[in-house]
């Protein structure tokens, strides 16, 4: 069983930047890959990044790329996504998610998640 919270969310000016924090429990972390999803309000949940096990393999959606990074620190149990550039239409609950799968984007195959903190940029 693996518990992820997140934190790290706040309200930001655009332009401005943020980092997340996904902690972990469990000592299955390191086998799992990680991702970040997030859900605006009115739209369906979307998938941002993904980081392998070893973090030798990340993935980005379009819409973030360049000015989003993930990363993982598995001695300490926590994935983080650093936020640069940000734009109102960044707007979202950002929920992180662990999947035994290797790298997909797929929400269905991701079994852990956590409770979502809130992200808000104003212009």
């Known amino acids: 069983q693996v518990q992820l919270v997140e934190s790290g969310g706040g309200l930001v000016q655009a332009g401005g930047s943020l980092r997340l924090s996904c902690a972990a429990s469990?000592?299955?972390?390191?086998?799992?890959?990680m991702a970040w999803f997030r859900q605006a309000p009115g739209k369906e949940r979307e998938f941002v990044a993904l980081?392998?096990?070893?973090?030798?393999?990340?993935n980005y959606a379009d819409s973030v790329k360049g000015r989003f990074t993930i990363s993982r620190d598995n001695a300490k149990n926590t994935v983080y996504l650093q936020m640069n550039s940000l734009k109102p239409e960044d707007t979202a609950i950002y929920y992180c998610?662990?999947?035994?799968?290797?790298?997909?984007?797929?929400?269905?195959?991701?079994?852990?998640w956590g409770q979502g903190t809130q992200v808000t940029v104003s212009s």
């Open positions: 980081i392998s096990p070893s973090a030798g393999n990340t």
């Open positions: 469990g000592r299955t972390f390191r086998s799992y890959t």
């Open positions: 998610a662990g999947s035994r799968y290797s790298s997909t984007f797929l929400q269905s195959l991701y079994e852990y």
